[in-house]
């Protein structure tokens, strides 16, 4: 009798804890219809995303989970997201470098509904006769200025047309900051939440500017104009509203305060900041960022793509399925590019496109037709979140202490650096 | 009563040692066989051998972090037991306020170590910047210094707390026998209380010694490694292999890592009971 | 002899005062902190008090419990520690009298293998634990307890085996003789006696599960789930900025009830985690 009770017991202690795993399975990963989980690499438009799948699940009824991965972490949230049985069925990767990491979970995107919606092969990530990745949004950026304290300051958005004019119009304002109550830049922050803006999108000019004069050899850099990168990051750190040596705790939402209560002209950004800074739009434009490399009278500002879609090749195929029919949704019904276009802003390379509202792509467009030659987006091609977390570790480094060495340690985490991840990234 | 009981093993055991099986041992197994793989799920595991421990042995950062994490344990060990056991012998004086004081320094033992990192990285940032010092995300020895000081914070009242109680058990005959031999105070406590509170001393160094080898959460939140990974400490380096990179090979060389850091704590905390404990003496 | 000890404890008293102050004086910084607008929390200022210009009333205390889920996560956590504290004690202890009453090869390897448990770092099994967790579903908060117990098991076992060992067994024999089943004489006679060391092993799971973060954040299905640190985590970063104002108020809130509950049943605590460390 006892025996039995014991059994009787025991099994059912084993069956709950059994059972616990069983009949979790019922939500919606298994129903026939398939579900589609987003892992989402913009946080600025995070809100939109939520949106815009709650709208899809309304529509078709098909789950659709949008998760944002905190900045700086999406590679981790990936890792260990993917890892997982109900890992994302849509995930991004930045390029050619990201695609070698994840080649094996891409889906093969050749002959599918949005990739025919696509503009062309431009925007496609294709190695091998294969379609990995697909571009979702072009975007632009360069140095965000306001016009009305320029006036202010008694000059003019035309006047600045080179890396020099840009030099002497930021000194003269820096050296009256009291008086005009503004100082030339906004903080460029070393924290998480901004850092990239210089590790990452400023450092792409001098990659960019060599990769046209000198080539491109795979493995290899040769910091050409790594002076210039030197001589804007001294514009940047030593004319802003706050000490270099506190940039390393300073956030991208220092920055943008700043902006918004008029407390700096200059703010180097892109078409994605434009929501941030609504309040104060009227008064901003974008210029190129000039370093003084090549010729400056037609440069246009940085415009390319670090952000491809990716299919999880090893999801199910009614959730690959399933995930292939939300992306053509997003980029051909009137709901999903009224979506992305309008509330989230973003240029898209599909062929139902709409114009953009937002002023920075419409001023990028203009300067487009203008005749001026657009920088492309070359840091999709740094070896290593490691190796641009060196860069901008030595950045900081050398802001808070401005000497020649500690430049030396920009470069050779630059330069040898780079040799370095590339070695560890592409093993022999 | 053995055999009665032995008839009701499956309720009493078989329920933890389930729980067991799933949240320790088969993760321990696997882990252990894929520190010999190359793996980004446990399905795909490929068997490599030794080739996670020659890359591991190789790599600098990891080596730097062990040295950082020795260095830290040391410290952060003789710091917080010093002090912890200088405050439970002031508080066990019947001082005034000694109740409240108690409660103080107790407090932040409460507090998860993500939101006591936050909370000092603003303090140790507001001073390094008032005094003009380079800020947390560069300057290793404030990294270094401030996480001692924030684990020390942690956990002295903690230890404290296990220290009083030694105390209170030493007693009062031994101590009062002491004082009519005319011993002073600071001999009182060498050769009376010393030796009675070695259990607890035993106890608080081994605490302290796995908490300061295992430590994460404070870690990521005061300083998340910077600058450069120079104060990261192992298991936040095993943690960034593991996470942070990507590519094929990291999680083999994460797993491996991983090991050999069990290995190390294994051992020393095993070393450290067995030389403490010799030193006991039975009250 | 007697005045000149009551005046070096008057020093002391006074040196500890001053300790005390300086103790408290991180959290108090976050909470008047918490009070200032975003724009006036910077590296410089932290020191300084809110003035009438920088007060941000309770604003972020609003942003922090309405946005980002805050109080769900409260449940969460709350479910979380409380389901897995009390797997713990239920099934261990349980556990723990089997293997100290029971001799042989079976209890005796047990409890070696619980007591190595204790010494593995998480990092060990950091990756496969997340991997089964992951394939056997166990990554809700309403059994993630089940990995909670797994995991604990090793300190909560060691703990109530050492204080079994030193209760007598006759009067469980004589309970046994009186026709009760090992079930019986179990929760009426054991589990009464091992109310201290319960509140002892029950507070020290519960320090370490309500704070825990990297076991959540690798096991739990973030899709849906989120725990309070994870949660103050998310508040650097996500969405693109660090809102320092919310996380401030955020860390209050958390720290508050953590604080209420150790003044009410502060006299078990310091007890329980005395009791637990001679044992232990």
Same mark, same amino acid.
């Given at each position: 009798?006892?025996?039995?009770?014991?059994?009787?017991?025991?099994?059912?202690?084993?069956?709950?804890?059994?059972?616990?795993?069983?009949?979790?399975?019922?939500?919606?990963?298994?129903?026939?219809?398939?579900?589609?989980?987003?892992?989402?690499?913009?946080?600025?438009?995070?809100?939109?995303?939520?949106?815009?799948?709650?709208?899809?699940?309304?529509?078709?009824?098909? %789950?659709?989970?949008?998760?944002?991965?905190?900045?700086?972490?999406?590679?981790?949230?990936?890792?260990?997201?993917?890892?997982?049985?109900?890992?994302?069925?849509?995930?991004?990767?930045?390029?050619?470098?990201?695609?070698?990491?994840?080649?094996?979970?891409?889906?093969?995107?050749?002959?599918?509904?949005?990739?025919?919606?696509?503009?062309?092969?431009?925007?496609?990530?294709?190695?091998?006769?294969?379609?990995?990745?697909?571009?979702?949004?072009?975007? &632009?950026?360069?140095?965000?200025?306001?016009?009305?304290?320029?006036?202010?300051?008694?000059?003019?958005?035309?006047?600045?047309?080179?890396?020099?004019?840009?030099?002497?119009?930021?000194?003269?304002?820096?050296?009256?900051?009291?008086?005009?109550?503004?100082? /030339?830049?906004?903080?460029?922050?070393?924290?998480?939440?901004?850092?990239?803006?210089?590790?990452?999108?400023?450092?792409?000019?001098?990659?960019?500017?060599?990769?046209?004069?000198?080539? @491109?050899?795979?493995?290899?850099?040769?910091?050409?104009?790594?002076?210039?990168?030197?001589?804007?990051?001294?514009?940047?750190?030593?004319?802003?509203?706050?000490?270099?040596?506190?940039? +390393? =705790?300073?956030?991208?939402?220092?920055?943008?305060?700043?902006?918004?209560?008029?407390?700096?002209?200059?703010?180097?950004?892109?078409?994605?900041?434009?929501?941030?800074?609504?309040?104060?739009?009227?008064?901003?434009?974008?210029? %190129?960022?000039?370093?003084?490399?090549?010729?400056?009278?037609?440069?246009?500002?940085?415009?390319?793509?670090?952000?491809?879609?990716?299919?999880?090749?090893?999801?199910?195929?009614?959730?690959?399925?399933?995930?292939?029919?939300?992306?053509?949704?997003?980029?051909?019904?009137?709901?999903?590019?009224?979506?992305?276009?309008?509330?989230?802003?973003?240029?898209?390379?599909?062929?139902?496109?709409?114009?953009?509202?937002?002023?920075?792509?419409?001023?990028?467009?203009?300067?487009?037709?203008?005749?001026?030659?657009?920088?492309?987006?070359?840091?999709?091609?740094?070896?290593?979140?490691?190796?641009?977390?060196?860069?901008?570790?030595?950045?900081?480094?050398?802001?808070?202490?401005?000497?020649?060495?500690?430049?030396?340690?920009?470069?050779?985490?630059?330069?040898?650096?780079?040799?370095?991840?590339?070695?560890?990234?592409?093993?022999? | 009563?053995?055999?009665?009981?032995?008839?009701? +093993?499956?309720?009493?055991?078989?329920?933890?040692? *389930?729980?067991?099986?799933?949240?320790?041992?088969?993760?321990?197994?696997?882990?252990?066989?894929?520190?010999?793989?190359?793996?980004?799920?446990?399905?795909?595991?490929?068997?490599?051998?030794?080739?996670?421990?020659?890359?591991?042995?190789?790599?600098?950062?990891?080596?730097?972090?062990?040295?950082?994490?020795?260095?830290?344990?040391?410290?952060? @060990?003789?710091?917080?037991?010093?002090?912890?056991?200088?405050?439970?012998?002031?508080?066990?004086?019947?001082?005034?306020?000694?109740?409240?004081?108690?409660?103080?320094?107790?407090?932040?033992?409460?507090?998860?170590?993500?939101?006591?990192?936050?909370?000092?990285?603003?303090?140790?940032?507001?001073?390094?910047?008032?005094?003009?010092?380079? *800020?947390?995300?560069?300057?290793?020895?404030?990294?270094?210094?401030?996480?001692?000081?924030?684990?020390?914070?942690?956990? @002295?009242?903690?230890?404290?707390?296990?220290?009083?109680?030694?105390?209170?058990?030493?007693?009062?005959?031994?101590?009062?026998?002491?004082?009519?031999?005319?011993?002073?105070?600071?001999?009182?406590?060498?050769?009376?209380?010393?030796?009675?509170?070695?259990?607890?001393? &035993?106890?608080?160094?081994?605490?302290?010694?796995?908490?300061?080898?295992? *430590?994460?959460?404070?870690?990521?939140?005061?300083?998340?490694?910077?600058?450069?990974?120079?104060?990261?400490?192992?298991?936040?380096?095993?943690?960034?292999?593991?996470?942070?990179?990507?590519?094929?090979?990291?999680?083999?060389?994460?797993?491996?890592? =991983?090991?050999?850091?069990?290995?190390?704590?294994?051992?020393?905390?095993?070393?450290?009971?067995?030389?403490?404990? +010799?030193?006991?003496?039975?009250? | 002899?007697?005045?000149?000890?009551?005046?070096?404890?008057?020093?002391?008293?006074?040196?500890?005062?001053?300790?005390?102050?300086?103790?408290?004086? %991180?959290?108090?910084?976050?909470?008047?902190?918490?009070?200032?607008?975003?724009?006036?929390?910077?590296?410089?200022? /932290?020191?300084?008090?809110?003035?009438?210009?920088?007060?941000?009333?309770?604003?972020?205390?609003?942003?922090?419990?309405?946005?980002?889920?805050?109080?769900?996560?409260?449940?969460?956590?709350?479910?979380?520690?409380?389901?897995?504290?009390?797997?713990?004690?239920?099934?261990? +202890?349980?556990?723990?009298?089997?293997?100290?009453?029971?001799?042989?090869?079976?209890?005796?390897?047990?409890?070696?293998?619980?007591?190595?448990?204790?010494?593995?770092?998480?990092?060990?099994?950091?990756?496969?634990?997340?991997?089964?967790?992951?394939?056997?579903?166990?990554?809700?908060?309403?059994?993630?307890?089940?990995?909670?117990?797994?995991?604990?098991?090793? *300190?909560?076992?060691?703990?109530?085996?050492?204080?079994?060992?030193?209760?007598?067994?006759?009067?469980?024999?004589?309970?046994? @003789?009186?026709?009760?089943?090992?079930?019986?004489?179990?929760?009426?006679?054991?589990?009464?006696?091992?109310?201290?060391?319960?509140?002892?092993?029950?507070?020290?799971?519960?320090?370490?599960?309500?704070?825990?973060?990297?076991?959540?954040?690798?096991?739990?299905?973030?899709?849906?789930?989120?725990?309070?640190?994870?949660?103050?985590?998310?508040?650097?970063?996500?969405?693109?900025?660090?809102?320092?104002?919310?996380?401030?108020?955020?860390?209050?809130? &958390?720290?508050?009830?953590?604080?209420?509950?150790?003044?009410?049943?502060?006299?078990?605590?310091?007890?329980?985690?005395? /009791?637990?460390?001679?044992?232990?």
């Amino acid at each position: 009798m006892k025996k039995l009770l014991a059994l009787v017991l025991a099994g059912v202690m084993a069956f709950s804890m059994v059972a616990c795993g069983g009949t979790e399975t019922e939500g919606g990963d298994t129903d026939a219809t398939g579900s589609v989980y987003y892992l989402n690499f913009k946080p600025e438009q995070d809100q939109q995303w939520q949106d815009l799948a709650a709208k899809y699940t309304e529509e078709t009824g098909v %789950p659709v989970t949008v998760v944002t991965a905190a900045s700086g972490e999406y590679e981790t949230t990936l890792m260990s997201e993917m890892g997982k049985e109900s890992a994302p069925t849509l995930f991004q990767v930045n390029g050619p470098v990201g695609l070698a990491n994840w080649k094996d979970y891409c889906y093969d995107l050749t002959g599918t509904d949005v990739y025919g919606q696509l503009l062309g092969d431009d925007f496609a990530l294709v190695e091998d006769g294969k379609v990995y990745g697909l571009a979702y949004v072009i975007e &632009t950026y360069g140095i965000i200025a306001n016009k009305t304290l320029l006036e202010k300051a008694g000059h003019t958005v035309e006047e600045i047309t080179s890396f020099e004019t840009l030099k002497a119009v930021v000194e003269d304002i820096q050296a009256r900051k009291d008086e005009l109550g503004f100082a /030339a830049f906004s903080s460029a922050g070393m924290d998480g939440s901004s850092d990239w803006r210089f590790k990452t999108h400023l450092a792409n000019l001098p990659l960019t500017f060599e990769y046209e004069t000198e080539g @491109i050899t795979p493995g290899t850099v040769k910091g050409t104009y790594l002076d210039n990168y030197r001589n804007i990051w001294d514009l940047y750190i030593n004319n802003a509203t706050c000490d270099p040596a506190e940039l +390393s =705790a300073k956030t991208g939402n220092d920055a943008v305060t700043e902006m918004v209560e008029g407390k700096a002209v200059f703010y180097q950004n892109g078409t994605w900041a434009a929501g941030d800074l609504a309040a104060i739009i009227d008064d901003l434009t974008m210029i %190129p960022l000039y370093i003084g490399v090549g010729d400056e009278a037609n440069q246009g500002l940085c415009t390319g793509s670090e952000n491809y879609w990716c299919v999880n090749s090893q999801a199910s195929q009614t959730d690959i399925d399933a995930t292939l029919a939300f992306l053509n949704w997003c980029v051909t019904s009137e709901t999903g590019v009224n979506g992305m276009c309008k509330e989230m802003g973003f240029v898209i390379p599909f062929a139902k496109a709409l114009p953009a509202d937002n002023k920075f792509v419409q001023e990028a467009d203009a300067m487009i037709a203008a005749g001026k030659k657009s920088v492309g987006w070359n840091f999709p091609t740094m070896p290593s979140e490691e190796w641009k977390n060196g860069v901008g570790q030595a950045l900081t480094a050398y802001a808070a202490d401005q000497t020649d060495a500690n430049w030396d340690a920009v470069v050779a985490a630059f330069v040898d650096g780079w040799a370095t991840e590339y070695a560890l990234a592409n093993p022999a | 009563m053995e055999k009665a009981l032995k008839k009701y +093993s499956p309720v009493f055991v078989l329920p933890t040692l *389930l729980a067991f099986t799933i949240g320790f041992i088969i993760p321990f197994i696997e882990g252990l066989y894929l520190s010999f793989c190359q793996f980004t799920t446990v399905k795909n595991a490929k068997f490599v051998g030794l080739a996670n421990y020659k890359y591991i042995i190789t790599d600098e950062l990891f080596l730097n972090s062990f040295k950082f994490t020795v260095s830290f344990a040391v410290v952060s @060990i003789v710091l917080i037991n010093v002090i912890a056991l200088g405050l439970a012998l002031l508080l066990t004086r019947n001082l005034k306020g000694t109740n409240i004081f108690r409660t103080v320094f107790f407090m932040p033992n409460l507090i998860g170590g993500i939101v006591l990192g936050y909370i000092w990285q603003i303090l140790i940032n507001c001073i390094l910047s008032i005094v003009g010092q380079p *800020l947390l995300a560069l300057n290793t020895q404030a990294g270094y210094w401030g996480l001692i000081i924030l684990t020390a914070w942690q956990q @002295i009242g903690y230890m404290m707390i296990i220290y009083i109680a030694g105390l209170q058990n030493v007693p009062d005959d031994l101590i009062e026998a002491a004082a009519i031999d005319g011993a002073t105070a600071w001999q009182t406590f060498w050769k009376v209380k010393l030796p009675m509170i070695m259990s607890s001393i &035993t106890v608080c160094v081994f605490l302290t010694l796995t908490n300061s080898f295992k *430590l994460f959460d404070q870690n990521l939140a005061l300083t998340a490694g910077d600058p450069g990974h120079l104060t990261e400490m192992l298991a936040l380096n095993i943690y960034q292999t593991f996470y942070a990179r990507a590519g094929m090979q990291w999680k083999g060389y994460g797993q491996a890592k =991983a090991v050999l850091f069990c290995i190390l704590v294994v051992v020393i905390s095993f070393a450290q009971l067995r030389a403490t404990r +010799s030193k006991e003496v039975q009250a | 002899m007697k005045k000149q000890k009551s005046a070096v404890d008057t020093v002391w008293s006074f040196v500890l005062a001053v300790a005390s102050v300086l103790y408290m004086y %991180p959290i108090v910084m976050i909470l008047f902190n918490s009070f200032k607008q975003e724009r006036a929390i910077s590296t410089g200022t /932290a020191f300084q008090l809110p003035t009438a210009e920088t007060f941000a009333g309770i604003e972020h205390y609003i942003n922090a419990v309405n946005s980002k889920g805050f109080l769900q996560s409260l449940g969460y956590s709350f479910l979380i520690t409380i389901t897995s504290v009390g797997a713990i004690l239920l099934f261990c +202890s349980m556990c723990s009298w089997y293997i100290t009453r029971v001799k042989g090869f079976v209890s005796n390897g047990l409890y070696m293998l619980f007591a190595f448990s204790m010494v593995v770092p998480f990092q060990m099994v950091m990756f496969t634990l997340s991997q089964t967790a992951d394939q056997l579903k166990l990554n809700k908060p309403w059994n993630i307890w089940i990995i909670y117990l797994g995991f604990g098991a090793g *300190l909560a076992t060691f703990m109530f085996a050492g204080f079994m060992k030193s209760i007598p067994l006759e009067v469980e024999e004589a309970s046994m @003789i009186d026709g009760c089943s090992p079930l019986q004489t179990y929760f009426m006679i054991v589990m009464p006696m091992l109310k201290p060391t319960m509140v002892s092993v029950g507070i020290l799971e519960a320090m370490w599960v309500w704070n825990d973060y990297l076991l959540p954040t690798l096991v739990l299905d973030i899709k849906k789930y989120k725990t309070i640190p994870m949660l103050i985590q998310y508040f650097r970063g996500s969405y693109g900025r660090v809102e320092m104002g919310p996380m401030m108020a955020c860390i209050m809130l &958390t720290i508050i009830p953590i604080v209420i509950i150790y003044l009410l049943g502060q006299k078990h605590i310091i007890k329980g985690v005395a /009791a637990g460390a001679v044992k232990g």
